[in-house]
């Protein structure tokens, strides 16, 4: 028995739940804010990164994540940065599968670049993953380089296949930009469903300080939906994650494709998640600067029941909903990034 699973075998008080009665059943964690890629919407070109002993260690990842399968939290994806980049990452994924074993969560899901799923996916599998959201914006291999700064496409889609040989379930997340990808959208979208894969368009969201501009990149979904549909069959799923995807099935090609809108979209009265950054702060909301900082309690000496209440304090929280405007010249609606909050 390891230190943390008496955190895991404590029964729930109550579920965990916000002020307004949303139960908090899904939780993000991201692992690192280090990345072997440096995508244009995501990171600055020299993105510096932070120093190591801010990063929460494996064992801080374990005992923050446990507590909060100790709550009820079911569903939990690990994500970055590069999750697969995290030294001792299967370490982390081996120890909380405990978890799964003793069906307290449901399912540990991943989200990576796939540059190092070749390597990672007979591991992952082992460990109980099922599921793994690799990002791909683009099948041009030279679009895909400008677009990672310095991505190999046949790296990522090697760890594709690697996955489905393991016997994952592979998902593509795209993020539309409206001038590096929108004419390949339908192409992206042939490419997932011809491999039996679902995919998510994703609009790009105003986190941290990057270079480009972001009304330049930004694509609506709306507007992608329409021409879609102009050609494709688009037929209403009711699959709701309670997230910002919303599904269709395109009847042409048979596949699932999600739009993640959470500029155009109101999803949050129905939001089921929280998200812990690698530096163990606690965001109820994406769109939000709302914090707490359970890495502070961590290394505070907390017994297991201080850092439980610390965690439903944050949670009950949890704002009602998101402040996100792309607006010319506008500073970023939240100042972190993607990276080390986790997508
Ligand atoms: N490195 C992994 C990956 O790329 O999948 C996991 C972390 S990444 C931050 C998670 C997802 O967020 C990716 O699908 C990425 O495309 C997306 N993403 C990053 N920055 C974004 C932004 N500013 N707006 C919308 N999506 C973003
Ligand atoms: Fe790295 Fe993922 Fe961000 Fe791209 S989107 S820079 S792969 S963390």
Known sequence: MTPYDAVSETPPRAPLADSLGRKVTYLRLSVTDRCDLRCVYCMAERM???PKREVLSLEELD??????VSLG???LRLTGGEPLVRKGIMDLINGLSRHLRSGALDEIALTTNGTQLAQFAEGLA?????RVNVSMDSLNPATFARLTRGGDLTQVQAGMDAAVAAGLKVKVNAVALAHDNAAEIPALIQWAHARG???TLIEAMPMGEIEADRTDQFLS?????????SYWTLEDLPLNTGGPARYVRVAETGGRLG???????????GCNRVRVTCTGTLHTCLGQDDATDLRAVLRSGASDKELVSAIRDGVWAKPHGHDFRIARG???AVARHMSVTGG
């Open 48 to 50: 510096v990164f932070l």
């Open 63 to 68: 005992r923050v994540t446990s507590a909060f």
């Open 73 to 75: 939290v079911r569903k």
């Open 126 to 130: 082992a460990a109980g993953v099922r």
């Open 197 to 199: 894969f679902d995919i």
């Open 221 to 229: 979904l709306a507007a992608v939906r329409e021409e879609l549909a």
């Open 259 to 269: 739009f993640i809108t959470p500029l155009s979209h109101n999803f949050c009265e």
């Open 330 to 332: 506008a500073a970023p």
